[in-house]
């Protein structure tokens, strides 16, 4: 059984740019979550997602949104990328609301 | 408010030492989920264990086992005989469910203490 997918691995955006993280949760999964993980703050919750509907969000500028797809798929973009960007972000998904949830192995973004 | 608190930031022992990791809450709720998750070099978050706060049996899975006491809002989580695979970040995590809970309510976002370093020497 495949696990959550995050491509891609490892980006290196420059300030000011724009990104997209994309995230596929195992099969049969409807929610899907974001967070984001740097030395300083720690693991930090980003958005939740649930049959294409945002539950949940995080305390995060309005440069960072998301989306999920109808193939419970979903996209995370950072707008205009600060240095303070950095960090690994980790996609997590679960079958329905009461389930734990199982992480992707993230993807390293890295501003310069 | 929510909070995890992991007062060990790092652990070092040598293997098959016995290792205690702990885990302090704060929640208002009375309907909450505790977690643990190991995070190895790699980063992926591997999920260990889920309790529901109105579930305070202790569980033993193989070499781990979990003690959740309410009445001190503790999770802890003990490796037995620990083996140098155990080296990893550990994170325990708090959440509260809320939302309709018959049709995807949602298991809220996850409060994540800091982690502690487990680091097991041969």
């Known amino acids: 059984k495949a696990g959550v997918t995050q491509t891609p691995r490892y980006l290196i955006k420059t300030r000011g740019q724009q990104v997209t993280l994309s995230c596929s949760p195992i099969?049969?999964?409807?929610?899907v979550s974001w967070y984001q993980q740097t030395p300083g703050q720690g693991l930090q919750f980003l958005f939740e997602?649930?049959?294409?509907?945002?539950?949940n969000k995080g305390n995060f500028p309005g440069r960072f949104s998301g989306r999920q797809f109808s193939n419970s798929r979903s996209e995370m973009n950072v707008s205009t990328l600060e240095l303070g960007d950095s960090a690994l972000y980790l996609c997590?998904?679960?079958?329905?609301?009461?389930?734990?949830?199982?992480f992707g192995s993230g993807t390293r973004l890295t501003v310069v | 408010a929510q909070k995890v608190t992991q007062a060990q930031t790092e652990i070092s022992v040598v293997e098959k030492e016995d290792v205690t990791l702990d885990c302090v809450y704060e929640?208002?709720?009375?309907?909450?989920?505790l977690f643990w998750y190991k995070q190895p070099p790699s980063g992926e978050l591997v999920f260990l264990i889920r309790?529901?706060?109105?579930?305070?049996q202790n569980e033993i899975s193989g070499r781990y086992s979990w003690n959740f006491q309410k009445s001190t809002s503790s999770f802890n989580f003990t490796i037995t005989a620990s083996q140098v695979v155990d080296s990893a970040v550990y994170f325990c995590?708090?959440?509260?469910?809320?939302?309709?809970?018959?049709?995807?309510?949602?298991?809220?976002?996850?409060?994540f203490g800091k982690g502690t370093k487990l680091s097991v020497k041969p």
């Open positions: 997602y649930f049959s294409e509907t945002q539950r």
């Open positions: 929640t208002r709720d009375t309907t909450y989920y």
């Open positions: 309790r529901n706060s109105f579930d305070e």
């Open positions: 995590a708090l959440s509260e469910a809320s939302g309709d809970m018959n049709y995807g309510g949602s298991q809220g976002n996850l409060i």
């Open positions: 997590a998904s679960s079958p329905r609301w009461d389930y734990g949830y199982t």
């Open positions: 099969s049969g999964h409807r929610s």
